[in-house]
């Protein structure tokens, strides 16, 4: 069945960094974009950043812009979130989510986009 797993979170000090991974299987990955979201305590679901299918396209929330990077492997079907420069404020669940349903050069952090999500992984910046 279709699956999306995130690892890679973790307990960071201002500043540090690390590199969230999330691995699909069961589908079709290529045919997928992939969108990295948050949610803090007390606080909605938010869109971080998104990869189109053809890695051609990207988008990133203006709070992360020039601190994370996004990318795919698509020979690995696994989408990466490397987040450097990390602040307290970036403490949250983080899920990656699948979308079969835009275009293949179409990277959107719109959550009624997406299908499938992963379970989420913890990712908390403190000193």
């Known amino acids: 069945q279709l699956q999306l797993v995130e690892s890679g979170g973790g307990a960071v000090q201002p500043g540090g960094s690390l590199r969230l991974s999330c691995a699909a299987s069961?589908?079709?990955?290529?045919?997928?974009?992939i969108g990295w979201f948050r949610q803090a305590p007390g606080k909605e679901r938010e869109g971080v950043s998104a990869?189109?299918?053809?890695?051609?396209?990207?988008t990133y929330a203006d709070s992360v812009k020039g601190r994370f990077t996004i990318s795919r492997d698509n020979a690995k079907n696994t989408v990466y979130l490397q987040m450097n420069s990390l602040k307290p404020e970036d403490t949250a669940v983080y899920y990656c989510?699948?979308?079969?349903?835009?275009?293949?050069?179409?990277?959107?952090?719109?959550?009624?986009?997406?299908?499938?999500w992963g379970q989420g992984t913890q990712v908390t910046v403190s000193s």
């Open positions: 069961g589908f079709t990955f290529d045919h997928y974009a």
């Open positions: 989510a699948a979308t079969g349903g835009v275009g293949y050069r179409v990277a959107t952090m719109e959550l009624n986009r997406y299908d499938f």
């Open positions: 990869i189109s299918m053809s890695a051609g396209s990207t």
